[in-house]
Structure formats: C-alpha cells, structure tokens
C-alpha cells in the first residue's frame, strides 16, 4: 500500500528523534513577490501546528522599508494566540526596536540574523560583521534578561555570491561571538545553497573544538544544487538534532539573489520518517498544507514529495470515482 510508505529502515549512528524548525512562515513568505494577507498567514500557521510542528519561526520585526511581505506583524501575532502551549513562535528581531515590538506583543523567543562575511552583513545590514555582532550585543542581551530565548541566525556559512568560498575558521570565529552574547541556539546557514556534507562535518567537527557543543547547532540548508538532504543528513550523523525546514520549499533570500528555495519541510520529513527519526509531524497533513498554500500563491509547490502525493491523492481519487460510478 502506498499509504505506508515510506518503509523505516534505522540506519545507525543516527539520533531518534529530530526537532524542525519551521520557517515557511517568515522565510519562506518574506521573500513572495506578492503580500500574502495577514488571515491567509495565520491560517498558514495553524495548519502547520495542527500538522504537528511544535517550533514554527511566525514573522519578523524587521522595518517593513526592508521586508514589506512582513509588515503585518503586529496584526499576526494576535491571531496566534489561541495556538497550544506547546507550539514556540520565533520572531526574527534585527535590532532593540524590533526586540521591543516583539515584546509588546507577547514574544517569548527571539532570533537575530548575523553574517559570516563582510559582503553580506553590507549587503543584508549595512554593517561589517563586528559591527553588526555589536548591534545585537544589546539585543540579547536584553532579551536574555527578560527570559527570553534566543537564536542565532549565521549566513553564508559554506559560500558567499561577492566572497565566494568562506573559510571554516571565519565561519567559527563568528559563530563563538554570537554564542558568547548569549544565544541558546545557532543556526548555521547554507544561504546559497552551495555546502557538500564532508563540507558541513568539516565546520560541526571545527565547532566542537572550539568550544561550541552540538547540541546547540542547528542547520539551514538552501537546495539550489540538491544537496540539502544529504547535508542534512550529513549533520545528522555528526549528532545535530534540530534542522530548519520550509512547508513546501517556499523561501529564498531578498538580500542573496542566488539563494534558491528553502529545504521543503515535506522532503525532510520522508526522509526522516525512511529513517526512523521521530519528528512528531503528520506528512499528510502537511502536504495537504502546502497545497493549500501553493493554490493561495497561485503556483505549484517546487517540493518533490508535495508533488508527489498531491499527485498520487489527486490519482487514487480520480480511480475511486471511476470505480464507484455506473456502468454503461
């Protein structure tokens, strides 16, 4: 029965269960041509949590100069509020002022966004790369005070457009300072898509030795050459645990024109349900969410396995009705 694939096969040297952490829902629209309505957003996210997403990153407070797709934050975040306990919405926080909007409105987790390369922390904050880590010195800083919990975003981790590839070390140097502010969580991103998987244990392995623990990594693959499983993978073999996904491969980045789509949490989720790895998320559920969402957006969904069920639900249908109809 094809209802029961993907068939499990444990592989070993692989953690039971993984955490993903959504960011259809502000990576993914940010980066839309059109503005999605703030009601279309949030039923976006109520889909996912009822799919079984527990971490879904819900908006960002950034100014809406930057990120217009994202200005409604503040009409959004309300509309979540009857979502379970259990469901964290982060918030991308550029600076004290968004940190405050998210305050006001009730956010107990918090993410800044830095660069591992001078080109792009110009380019996405008009800063240098120490500049930037000052400006949100502050910022966590402040959160942390209020008891917030914070992460860490790091860009352009494997390669940079301007810079092309970017040393482990500057890699490393960056991702300390970030954990030094206070950042529970780092997550490391391939925002062109360009990391191979002995690439990725080459930076975790570098990571540990320096002093950052795996359990507080995260990965962010862009799938620009088909490599985003097979890092993930890659990560989830060096022990990593929390993998950042996009319901149907939405996403991009407006500050990275290479960037191509993010990691479709569908495909991420068939490989991991394959192997065994818990992540608590119905696959059904969610695939039906992105195709709800892909004919909101007008367009199919670029995920191979939203494609694939949409089209295997949409055939056991058309079969069903055929059967079940009189005959001449």
């Known amino acids: 029965m094809t209802d029961e694939l993907p068939m499990a096969v444990p592989a070993q040297g692989l953690p039971p269960r993984a955490r993903i952490h959504e960011v259809g829902a502000r990576d993914g629209l940010q980066n839309e041509k059109n503005v999605v309505p703030t009601e279309v957003k949030a039923e976006f996210i109520h889909r996912l949590a009822h799919a079984g997403l527990t971490t879904i990153e819900a908006t960002s407070f950034v100014h809406p100069e930057w990120v217009p797709q994202l200005a409604d934050a503040e009409a959004l975040f309300p509309l979540l509020a009857d979502l379970p306990a259990e469901v964290a919405l982060p918030v991308l926080v550029p600076n004290g002022r968004g940190l405050d909007r998210a305050l006001a409105l009730g ?51 494997f390669g940079d457009p301007w810079e092309g590839p970017v040393p482990i070390h500057q890699v490393v140097a960056v991702a ?12 490391l991103g391939d925002t062109i898509g360009v990391a191979t998987p002995g690439h990725v244990q080459a930076l975790l392995a570098e990571l540990n030795e320096e002093g950052v623990e795996t359990s507080a990594l995260a990965v962010h693959f862009h799938d620009t050459y088909g490599q985003a499983l097979a890092n993930t993978l890659a990560a989830l073999q060096h022990g990593v645990t929390t993998v950042d996904a996009s319901a149907g491969g939405l996403g991009g980045c407006p500050f990275a024109r290479s960037a191509t789509g993010n990691l479709a949490t569908e495909d991420l989720v068939w490989m991991l349900d394959g192997l065994g790895v818990e992540t608590g998320v119905d696959l059904g559920r969610l695939t039906a969410t992105s195709v709800w969402l892909a004919g909101e957006l007008g367009r199919p969904s670029p995920s191979r396995t939203v494609r694939a069920l949409s089209g295997r639900t949409a055939s056991d249908t058309a079969r069903s009705a055929t059967a079940q109809s009189p005959k001449e």
Do not use: H, I, Q
């Open 107 to 157: 956010a107990r987790r918090v993410a800044v966004f830095a660069s591992a390369t001078e080109s792009f922390a110009k380019a996405n904050l008009n800063r240098t790369v120490d500049e930037s880590l000052a400006m949100f010195a502050p910022v966590v800083a402040r959160a942390r005070e209020e008891r917030m919990w914070v992460r860490g975003y790091l860009s352009m981790c």
């Open 176 to 187: 300390k300072a970030l954990r030094d502010l206070g950042c529970d969580e780092l997550s």
